[in-house]
Nanobody, 129 residues
């Protein structure tokens, strides 16, 4: 059974940092893509950063490039999202998701949240000005 559990959310001021963790089980990370998505109140869920180990594909949405970094610790079965220089517009519930990159499309890992079959419960990130 595929399971994903996020942690690390919280409240910070503008310019602060947080590191989100996504602990996974039930699948081999080498065969899957992991995506970090976020959803703010009244808005659609959007892709933030995604990674596929198979070909080391990574994606960042333009608004987080240079500030966020996705990484994987295979030994700990955890995917991280390091978020630096946070802005109020980063406020959202952050989710990690997993699915087969072959079906997602290696060049479309973060395009459609609905394409991912497996999701964590989400963790709240609040950035105050």
């Amino acid at each position: 059974e595929v399971q994903l559990v996020e942690s690390g959310g919280g409240s910070v001021q503008t310019g602060g940092s947080l590191r989100l963790s996504c602990s996974h089980s039930g699948f081999t990370i080498d065969d899957y893509a992991i995506g970090w998505f976020r959803q703010a109140p009244g808005k659609e869920r959007e892709g933030v950063s995604c990674i596929a180990i198979y070909d080391n594909s990574t994606y960042y949405r333009d608004s987080v490039k240079g500030r966020f970094t996705i990484s994987i610790d295979n030994a700990k079965k955890t995917v991280y999202l390091q978020m630096n220089n946070l802005k109020p517009e980063d406020t959202a519930v952050y989710f990690c998701a997993a699915d087969d990159p072959y079906f997602l499309g290696y060049d479309r890992l973060c395009e459609r949240a609905d394409d991912y079959a497996y999701w964590g419960q989400g963790t709240q990130v609040t950035v105050s000005s």
